[in-house]
């Protein structure tokens, strides 16, 4: 996994006008949960900000990353966990990052990477992408940068489901029966097999 630094400050104030400040100046109000609960046992966040220029790098890519967080000069290892985007100018509200350890699993979704010619499309089918990512459950350092998918067998009309793939050390969370690639019959296909026939 990719590696990325990103610099922020703690918050002390809070509620919507000191975020309404926060992006005003530029900037981006973040949480950072991790091991720190409260006494019923919910996930207590880390309450930061980082300007928007920090975190362009980190969002604006299909790539994963491990974050490097700098908190006021106190180091964290975290990955991206929830973006909030306004629903019309498109930029960011919020951002949830998750602190990780070596030891603990997590669950991360990480981009597919279909390799190969598949023989569906060498008969005049069409490959398609039915999935851009899958969940995996995994120590961090375990979490590749995306996952490669061997399509070189599959034939036309046929599909890979999430079941049917296995990657050392990583555990699949997407639900099995989800269709991940296909080739889809073409119109010259079809007309090849009904010429055939």
Do not use: W
Request: include cysteine; hydrophobic fraction near 40%; glycine fraction near 8%.
């Amino acid at each position: 996994m990719k590696e990325i630094s990103v610099k922020g400050t703690a918050r002390t104030k809070f509620g919507k006008k000191a975020a309404y400040d926060i992006r005003k100046a530029n900037g981006v109000p973040c949480n950072l949960y991790g091991e720190a609960k409260d006494e019923n046992g919910l996930p207590v966040a880390l309450p930061f900000t980082v300007t928007n220029d920090e975190l362009r790098n980190l969002i604006y890519t299909p790539d994963i990353y491990l974050v490097n967080l700098d908190i006021d000069g106190k180091a964290h290892k975290a990955v991206l966990k929830e973006l909030q985007f306004h629903p019309v100018k498109d930029n960011v509200l919020h951002v949830d990052f998750y602190e990780v350890n070596d030891t603990k699993p997590i669950v991360m979704e990480v981009p597919i990477k279909l390799n190969g010619l598949a023989e569906g499309v060498k008969a005049g089918g069409r490959l398609a992408a039915s999935v851009r990512k899958l969940k995996v459950k995994a120590v961090y350092s375990q979490i590749p940068e995306r996952l490669n998918i061997d399509v070189t067998n599959l034939a036309l009309g046929k599909t890979i489901k999430v079941g049917e793939l296995h990657f050392e050390g990583l555990e699949l969370v997407t639900n099995k029966e989800v269709v991940v690639c296909q080739v889809k019959m073409t119109r010259g296909a079809r007309s090849a097999a009904a010429a055939e026939n």
